[in-house]
């Protein structure tokens, strides 16, 4: 275990659900951006410096991570292990962490798109081998009925599709029971504007890139003006959601992304097609911080 990443151990369901520092620090979405902020260089006093990090930020029923950070938005960059070599899943885990803020876990059922991966299991199995936040991007019919049980087996994030789900406040209620972070993804196709009045229960808001189902497509640059109208629509309204996209994030793309307020980046084939899946990362985030004056590095790289 890495314990750059202590503040998102596995903790059991019940003592998340309350909080305390360890379980705030999970559910605010504290990962390497933000907790390792002095235990960049870490030993074990890790979790001890996220949990003084994070305490002062932790609100109970809240989740309000751009306040712990003072308004300024972290550049974010979740590798996807859709795109990773599924022989050595658990290797693709490790070769970014103390890089990557979370990792990206796609989850399919052949219904809602037309391809079959990860599930409950993969996230059991991933807490098993690396302590980085999973961000469990669920694409897959009737979520209200799934998607509380990947927060209950450990996933600090878990995203249901607009176009799947049913009953919107019984379904994120039950994941954020949890004490995992809740998102909202649409479809290139789906509009934002038909979920104003949900976008509180939400944590973040996936805006899709591509069609969802399969990675190495092309960016869809049509959905820039929707990135952008996102970004206006939390600003004015003081919603404090990460902004995230998936499919097609790669040095070609991420800087457009980036300047139409883009803050969490999803990136399977860019990274996990790389010679170094690690310094993939460091690179996107790099060209995110150089395109977008409004996103600030990690905590750790701030610091040097
Ligand atoms: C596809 C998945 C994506 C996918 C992105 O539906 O949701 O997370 O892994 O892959 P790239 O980055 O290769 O487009
Ligand atoms: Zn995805």
Known sequence: ????????????????????PVGAARRAGLG?????????????????????????????????????????????????????????????????????????????????????????DTVTALRSVTDIPLDCHLMI??????????????????????????????????????GARTGLAVKPATPVEHYLDDLHRFDLLLLMTIDPGFGGQKFMDSVLPKIEAARRLLDERDLDLWLQIDGGVNAETIERAAAAGVDVFVAGTAVYGAADPAAAVEALRAQA??????????????AG
């Open 1 to 20: 275990m890495n314990p750059c990443y202590g503040a998102n151990a596995p903790v059991p369901s019940r003592a998340r659900r309350r909080g305390g």
């Open 32 to 120: 390497v951006a933000e907790t390792a902020a002095g235990a960049w260089r870490c030993g074990c006093g890790a979790v001890a410096v996220a949990v003084a990090v994070a305490w002062p930020a932790w609100r109970d029923g809240g989740v309000h991570a751009l306040d712990t950070l003072g308004g300024v938005a972290i550049a974010q960059i979740y590798p996807s292990l859709l795109a990773a070599d599924f022989a050595r899943i658990a290797d693709a885990a490790l070769v970014v962490e103390g890089r990557a803020d979370w990792l990206h876990v796609d989850v399919m059922d052949y219904h809602f798109v037309p391809n079959l991966a990860f599930s409950g």
């Open 141 to 178: 019919e009737d979520p209200d009925r799934w998607a509380p049980g990947f927060a209950e087996r450990g996933a600090a994030n878990v995203t249901i599709h607009a176009e799947a789900v049913d009953n919107l406040p019984a379904t994120t209620a039950a994941i954020r029971a949890e």
């Open 289 to 302: 911080l150089r395109a977008a004056p409004r996103l600030r590095p990690p905590a750790r790289e701030a």
